[in-house]
């Protein structure tokens, strides 16, 4: 009998467009809430640490990217050994020049790592952006592969293909929580019919009411995804939004996205999974 393998996880929302250190704060506290339930990783979206600006430009960029050995990565790194738990956050990397799209791997014991986004928007090919390797980083933990996915590369084309080759089990993407300041709310506008009302027409773009989702959704397996959140620049406003979906399909646990701006707050929700 084949004994079933499992993954704790946790995925988290935090605000990032402020001041770097106010972002490693809130990582941390997500980080240390995460160990102290048990999970064994916990996923950020793609550029939590930086922020990610829909108005980056190649200036913005350069100014904030960091190689994988730079402080920041190094903070993180440091929390995971001190919580013993594998830290998945995304950042602007600047290796040799070039500037990725990455999500950091930080794992107790083991050598800090990225993986890179291959599919790039326009507005990161505008702002100057390098394209990571098409295949897929993995992570494992208790013999679980997990594939990184990070926003558009989940559109590319025989991707659930290249995972079943690369004997992945689990999906990990994280994302880009889309919107504009001009696209929110006040709590107060909630009051009024016109505000409730765009606030339910947008609803279901960041808050999944079914129990179990669509094969579309879950191609040949489960996910977790973990959404940015919050102002960002003059213009961005992420409005979050985290998922865990197990291999059944089942929706585990879920943070909802909004776009009311009182409401946006740092969360994180957790699931142990079975294989």
Do not use: W
């Amino acid at each position: 009998m084949n004994k079933t393998r499992t993954l704790h996880l946790a995925v988290a929302q935090i605000h990032s467009g402020g001041p770097i250190s106010q972002t490693m704060d809130r990582a941390q506290r997500q980080i240390s809430a995460a160990s102290a339930v048990g999970a064994e990783l916990i996923l950020f979206s793609e550029c939590a640490l930086h922020g990610y600006d829909y108005d980056m430009s190649p200036e913005s960029v350069r100014a904030i990217a960091e190689p994988v050995d730079g402080p920041q990565c190094r903070k993180i790194h440091q929390l995971a050994e001190q919580h013993q738990i594998s830290v998945l956050i995304g950042f602007f990397e600047n290796d040799a020049g070039s500037i990725f799209n990455s999500m950091l791997i930080a794992r107790p014991g083991e050598s800090l790592r990225t993986a890179r986004k291959h599919v790039l928007t326009d507005p990161e090919l505008t702002a100057g952006l390098t394209p990571g390797l098409r295949e897929r980083e993995i992570v494992e933990i208790n013999g679980v592969r997990s594939a990184i996915i990070i926003c558009a590369d989940g559109g590319m084309e025989g991707l659930s293909d290249d995972l079943q080759r690369q004997g992945v089990d689990y999906r990990l993407c994280p994302t880009g929580g889309g919107g504009k300041m001009a696209d929110m709310l006040r709590a107060h506008e909630l009051q009024s019919p016109e505000g409730r009302s765009r606030y339910e027409k947008n609803r279901p773009r960041v808050f999944n009411i079914a129990p179990i989702l669509s094969e579309n959704e879950c191609p040949f397996s489960g996910f977790a995804s973990a959404n940015a959140l919050g102002p960002v620049g003059h213009q961005t406003c992420h409005q979050g939004h985290c998922m865990i979906v197990d291999n059944q399909r089942v929706m585990r646990a879920q943070i909802p996205g909004t776009i009311v701006l009182e409401h946006m707050q740092d969360q994180m929700v957790h699931s142990r999974l079975d294989f």
